[in-house]
């Protein structure tokens, strides 16, 4: 596990990432959903990703906030898995695709799951690490703890006394056996179904499976269209993004591994 000190090391990689603005905070009338209907009604909704995952942080800054944003979390039971394509190692290790960032990245925000249970605080970390993620700027993290005023000890604690690695074994488990098994990042599944590459259209997935009494207003053919016509005038600089964020990710941390020290623990 590394230590507080060799995670303070990532700072030497800042210079080879682009200078982008700050994380914009979700305020907290934005997270804060009105009346909930019945449990019984809400439309189950699973995020399997990874943290470093150029797919996985643009979808969670670009498209998953939304549901924050219009209200539909009201009628959503959001659940977020922090593995993706990751594998298990001898003596319970991680090798994870982007690199071992994304290993201690990935046990962060399970970790951040576990110790604020609640959605609207654990999604407004996750969204900012994401956030930095997304803008080449992910050795800068554990700003998101003073951003968003929370308390980063039990976090610490939790990855360092091993607590962590049994979230994200947790979480291998319940990814390892999905069915049918995933074969991309994300992968997003509506109440039991999975959106293969449909997933950034998520949102008219929930409406179509949602059967409670009143339909939200996000649900409503004007407010799709406008989320339908948003999407289509953003996806040429998205993709742009996207398709150099991994290339970048990946000179970033092997520029890292060469300067920082060997891992010891926190």
């Given at each position: ?138 050795a800068e993290w554990e700003t998101c ?122």
């Open positions: 596990m590394p230590s507080h000190h060799h995670l303070s090391a990532l700072s030497l990689i800042s210079y080879l990432l682009f200078f982008c603005s700050s994380v914009t905070q979700i305020s907290s009338s934005a997270l804060s959903p009105a009346s909930p209907p019945d449990s019984s009604d809400k439309v189950r909704l699973g995020i399997y990703y990874e943290s470093l995952c150029p797919d996985s942080s643009n979808f969670v800054v670009n498209y998953l906030i939304k549901i924050f944003e219009n209200g539909l979390i009201s009628v959503v039971d959001l659940r977020l898995v922090p593995w993706g394509n990751a594998k298990i190692l001898a003596n319970n290790t991680f090798d994870c695709q982007h690199g071992p960032m994304e290993c201690v990245l990935n046990t962060i925000e399970a970790c951040a799951i576990s110790v604020w249970p609640d959605l609207n605080k654990h999604f407004s970390f996750i969204y900012c690490v994401e956030t930095l993620v997304y803008e080449l700027n992910f703890f003073d951003k968003l005023s929370l308390d980063s000890t039990p976090i610490y604690e939790c990855y360092n006394s091993g607590y962590g690695t049994e979230l994200e074994l947790q979480y291998a488990g319940e990814t390892n056996t999905l069915q049918p098994p995933h074969d991309s990042v994300p992968w997003v599944v509506v109440d039991g179904q999975p959106l293969y590459d449909d997933y950034e259209n998520f949102i008219s997935y929930i409406c179509e499976a949602y059967k409670g009494a009143t339909l939200p207003y996000a649900c409503s053919d004007t407010s799709l269209n406008t989320i339908q016509k948003t999407k289509q005038s953003n996806i040429g600089p998205v993709e742009e993004a996207t398709k150099s964020l991994s290339s970048k990710i990946r000179s970033a941390l092997t520029s890292w591994l060469d300067q920082a020290d060997s891992a010891v623990s926190w």
